[in-house]
């Protein structure tokens, strides 16, 4: 049995790594024999998708069992896909969380203990106790999603204070996630599209003011969404991505930014209909205009 840990370095006395999708290696560790193959992780500085990516690197690696400090719920949705249980809140020397495991000590993960793209911007750090992710340091914020309808649903949310939800459904057609989030004062979990606000009494109200304006593009953003998803119902027809092939130059901009791991590309993009969500993540980020949203029933 090969199980994999999060490190900080190549060997088992380093740090347990706290973030799964960016830590520095994966240690691949034999149960019966405890040898230990470092991996560099290959997505530690990708814009977006990192913890897919590395999800199903370790799934390639055969391995069946992830240690790591924190894991979001992409990530987490491939496992649960593949089949490999993922332990959360681990911390210290990599040797030691690895006898653990063997004693027993580690109870499976359930779902994810942080929000998408939590180790965007989060520096590398063990987790807090309990497997909690650290918070800023006024107040703090909570979110939690739920998936509607089919397909892969995706979705976000946002609650007062900037707590950040997204949720996932599976089922027939396209599902929609719908997020709630909930916090107190102005410093939620740090994610890659919502960094925590800076403090007033710090720095520029202006840098506050700008925070704000972001949060409120992404409610609107949000509320087109929910909107098009109604439509959708109503009309019996879904919005997926097509690529224009002719502007496509295969930069890859769109797999990095694509949530659900919807899109590939050899030498040109292309879209998994099945995956897809209609999110538009793609058709905004795509520096060609080489993509655009179409309706299927």
């Known amino acids: 049995m090969n199980i994999a840990v999060t490190s900080t ?20 560790i034999d149960m019966d024999t405890m040898r230990c193959e470092p991996i560099e992780n ?6 977006g998708g990192a913890g897919i990516q590395s999800a199903q ?22 496992f649960g896909q593949a089949g490999i249980q993922v332990i959360v809140g681990v911390s210290g ?5 690895v006898e653990q495991f063997k004693s027993g000590t580690f109870s499976s993960s359930s779902g994810p203990n942080v929000t998408s793209h939590f180790g965007m911007n989060t520096a590398p750090a063990n987790p807090a106790p309990g497997g ?5 340091p006024i107040g703090q914020g909570g979110g939690m999603g739920f998936g509607m309808g089919g397909g892969r649903g995706m979705g976000r949310g946002m609650g007062r204070g900037g707590g950040m939800g997204k949720g996932m459904g599976r089922g027939m057609g396209r599902g929609l996630g719908m997020g709630m989030g909930g916090g107190m004062g102005m410093s939620p979990w740090p994610t890659e599209q919502q960094p925590a606000p ?6 520029d109200p202006n840098q506050t003011k700008a925070f704000l304006q972001e949060q409120v593009q992404s409610l609107e953003q949000q509320k087109r969404q929910i909107e098009q998803r109604i439509k959708e119902l109503e009309t019996g027809r879904r919005s997926i991505a097509v690529v224009d092939s002719e502007n ?15 899109i590939e590309v050899k ?10 969500t209609g999110c538009a993540a793609c058709v905004n980020i795509c520096p060609n205009e080489a993509i655009t949203m179409a309706h299927k029933e």
């Not at 088992?12 to 691949?28: K, Q, S």
């Not at 690197?57 to 491939?78: Q, R, Y």
């Not at 800076?198 to 720095?203: A, L, N, Q, T």
């Open 9 to 28: 370095g190549p060997t088992l006395d380093d740090t347990v790594e706290a973030r799964f999708g960016r830590c520095a290696y994966f240690l691949i």
């Open 132 to 136: 909690q992710p650290m918070t800023g």
């Open 93 to 97: 020397p990599v040797r030691n969380a």
């Open 267 to 276: 030498e040109k993009a292309v879209i998994n209909e099945a995956l897809c």
């Open 42 to 47: 290959p997505n530690i500085a990708l814009g």
């Open 198 to 203: 800076p403090s007033v009494s710090e720095s």
């Open 248 to 262: 496509c130059t295969g930069c890859g901009t769109c797999m990095n930014a694509c949530p659900v791991g919807a």
């Open 57 to 78: 690197l370790m799934s390639e690696k055969g391995v069946t069992t992830v240690l790591t400090g924190n894991c979001g719920p992409n990530a987490f949705n491939v």
